[in-house]
């Protein structure tokens, strides 16, 4: 619709204005047209911190390297690392995103149907499968006439195998659009099926109905090694059964990369869905110590292994509270004050990352096992494998120059070091598998989502 034009204003009387204060003017003019216009002038565009700090990640070229030998590890196996034979499915869960994007689909693909070759009739999911050739650990091993020449194991004291192959199978299909994976029938039951009795067990096995939450032994953080064995990945009748955090957040994300699964399912969404409202109603009722700003590491259902004077509910679980950012269990003002106590923790620790797994860490004597004293694995070492996880849960909040300055530590030492260590030492030592995947996943997806990001808020 054309409007009628207006007449012409009557010209403005001149007015004699010195040079600058004109020019200035002109300037000013042009900045609000050019906002009114949903563009950045160029002077306020080099000015921009966003803009400033796009082109440092742009710019960065040892994030172009990193980047480059995460792809290259990926491309050579599905096993956790070098020290490992398995395909464990927590591990494969954390590093499938860039492995699909530098490997075939199939062999991924297969390797997610044998998870379902073994699993058990109550629905449980083992740990990782290994060619039975190369079995040499002490594990009590399972068998499948589905799958010939393989063992498979299942670390009892851990709750997390079934929901990492939920994600693991969702991320898969997201990725590839392989819905007929979902349909595929092992040993007559689709995988979609599989999926869901998976869920089941961890319902009727592992659930403590007073709480709404799932449990499983104590261990340190998402640890797998329980305190009162020298080894300590069975579940027995010395074993301690509590709640954590970690188990029942990453149940909230495999609850969610379920229902995410076609086709749409209405009685199972109203189930699950739920099911995930207690969850999530009881980790806030029963785990978060609000006074403290923070997760408590355990709730026991029939005591703790630990001395009564013992104040365990003064550690921080770094692995956890990532995983519970990833479950959408912080608001964004939580986030914040968290990064802010671990960042201390860092600190007070005298650790090199994010990537920090507990602070303080349990005292020596604490885990029969050998391994776990303080400032050791699981028990107060520094690991890519969750600092990565937590700082993409950084950048999904909008804390993007956060993310990147917390990236940097840990992507300097693996080129330093030239290895996708498992672990490090407080002093910045590397320790454990060197070619370790799921170190190399997880930041090589943070790097590629902190670059799409700087990509768009370029001028």
Same mark, same amino acid.
């Given at each position: 619709?054309?409007?009628?034009?207006?007449?012409?204003?009557?010209?403005?009387?001149?007015?004699?204005?010195?040079?600058?204060?004109?020019?200035?003017?002109?300037?000013?003019?042009?900045?609000?047209?050019?906002?009114?216009?949903?563009?950045?002038?160029?002077?306020?565009?080099?000015?921009?911190?966003?803009?400033?700090?796009?082109?440092?990640?742009?710019?960065?070229?040892?994030?172009?390297? +990193?980047?480059?030998?995460?792809?290259?590890?990926?491309?050579?196996?599905?096993?956790?690392?070098?020290?490992?034979?398995?395909?464990?499915?927590?591990?494969?869960?954390?590093?499938?995103?860039?492995?699909?994007?530098?490997?075939?689909?199939?062999?991924?693909?297969?390797?997610?149907?044998? +998870?379902?070759?073994?699993?058990?009739?109550?629905?449980?999911?083992?740990?990782?499968?290994?060619?039975?050739?190369?079995?040499?650990?002490?594990?009590?091993?399972?068998?499948?006439?589905?799958?010939?020449?393989?063992?498979?194991?299942?670390?009892?004291?851990?709750? $997390?195998?079934?929901?990492?192959?939920?994600?693991?199978?969702?991320?898969?299909?997201?990725?590839?659009?392989?819905?007929?994976?979902?349909?595929?029938?092992?040993?007559?039951?689709?995988?979609? $099926?599989?999926?869901?009795?998976?869920?089941?067990?961890?319902?009727?096995?592992?659930?403590?109905?007073?709480?709404?939450?799932?449990?499983?032994?104590?261990?340190?953080?998402?640890?797998?090694?329980?305190?009162?064995?020298?080894? *300590?990945?069975?579940?027995?009748?010395?074993? %301690?059964?509590?709640? $954590?955090?970690?188990?029942?957040?990453?149940?909230?994300?495999?609850?969610?990369?379920?229902?995410?699964?076609?086709?749409?399912?209405?009685?199972?969404?109203?189930?699950?869905?739920?099911?995930?409202?207690?969850?999530?109603?009881?980790?806030?009722?029963?785990?978060?110590?609000?006074?403290?700003?923070?997760?408590?590491? %355990?709730?026991?259902?029939?005591?703790?292994? +630990?001395?009564?004077?013992? $104040?365990?509910?003064?550690?921080?679980? %770094?692995?956890?509270?990532?995983?519970?950012?990833?479950?959408?269990?912080?608001?964004?003002?939580?986030?914040?004050?968290?990064?802010?106590?671990?960042?201390?923790?860092?600190?007070?620790?005298?650790?090199?990352?994010?990537?920090?797994?507990?602070?303080?860490?349990?005292?020596?004597?604490?885990?029969?096992?050998?391994?776990?004293?303080?400032?050791?694995?699981?028990?107060? *070492?520094?690991?890519?494998? +969750?600092?990565?996880?937590?700082?993409?849960?950084?950048?999904?909040?909008?804390?993007?120059?956060?993310?990147?300055?917390?990236?940097?530590?840990?992507?300097?030492?693996?080129?330093?070091?030239?290895?996708?260590?498992?672990?490090?030492?407080?002093?910045?030592?590397?320790?454990?598998?060197?070619?370790?995947?799921?170190?190399? *996943?997880?930041?090589?997806?943070?790097?590629?989502?902190?670059?799409?990001?700087?990509?768009?808020?370029?001028?």
């Amino acid at each position: 619709m054309l409007l009628p034009k207006r007449p012409a204003p009557s010209p403005p009387a001149p007015v004699s204005l010195p040079r600058r204060r004109f020019l200035g003017r002109v300037a000013a003019l042009a900045s609000f047209v050019a906002l009114a216009r949903n563009r950045i002038p160029r002077s306020l565009a080099a000015d921009s911190p966003s803009i400033r700090l796009a082109r440092r990640i742009l710019e960065d070229e040892e994030l172009d390297t +990193f980047l480059e030998r995460a792809r290259a590890l990926l491309r050579t196996g599905l096993n956790a690392g070098d020290g490992y034979g398995e395909v464990w499915i927590r591990d494969l869960n954390t590093f499938i995103e860039l492995a699909l994007q530098v490997n075939p689909a199939p062999p991924l693909r297969e390797a997610l149907i044998t +998870f379902f070759k073994f699993q058990g009739d109550d629905g449980n999911i083992v740990d990782g499968f290994i060619p039975e050739a190369k079995a040499g650990v002490g594990y009590r091993y399972r068998r499948s006439p589905l799958a010939p020449g393989l063992l498979a194991h299942k670390n009892t004291v851990e709750t $997390d195998q079934e929901s990492s192959l939920v994600q693991a199978v969702a991320r898969y299909v997201r990725i590839t659009g392989d819905t007929e994976l979902l349909r595929l029938p092992v040993d007559g039951v689709p995988i979609l $099926d599989r999926l869901e009795h998976a869920l089941d067990y961890l319902m009727k096995d592992r659930w403590s109905p007073d709480h709404d939450l799932l449990w499983g032994a104590t261990t340190v953080d998402w640890g797998d090694v329980q305190p009162e064995h020298p080894w *300590g990945v069975e579940l027995d009748e010395h074993s %301690h059964r509590a709640i $954590d955090i970690y188990d029942n957040a990453l149940f909230l994300v495999a609850l969610r990369e379920f229902l995410s699964l076609p086709p749409a399912r209405p009685h199972a969404a109203a189930r699950w869905t739920a099911v995930g409202d207690r969850v999530r109603a009881g980790i806030r009722r029963h785990l978060w110590d609000a006074p403290r700003g923070k997760f408590k590491p %355990h709730v026991y259902l029939a005591g703790s292994p +630990f001395p009564p004077d013992f $104040d365990e509910d003064a550690i921080w679980y %770094h692995g956890g509270t990532a995983v519970a950012m990833e479950a959408d269990l912080l608001s964004r003002e939580e986030i914040v004050r968290s990064l802010a106590a671990m960042r201390d923790n860092v600190r007070r620790a005298g650790a090199a990352s994010l990537g920090l797994t507990v602070y303080p860490p349990y005292p020596d004597g604490f885990f029969k096992n050998p391994g776990m004293g303080a400032w050791s694995y699981q028990n107060g *070492g520094d690991w890519c494998w +969750f600092g990565g996880r937590l700082i993409r849960q950084l950048l999904r909040a909008g804390l993007v120059e956060d993310a990147y300055l917390d990236l940097k530590p840990m992507v300097t030492r693996v080129l330093r070091h030239n290895g996708f260590f498992e672990w490090w030492t407080r002093d910045n030592q590397p320790r454990g598998s060197g070619r370790f995947r799921g170190s190399a *996943g997880v930041l090589g997806i943070v790097i590629q989502e902190l670059r799409a990001w700087a990509s768009s808020h370029t001028a």
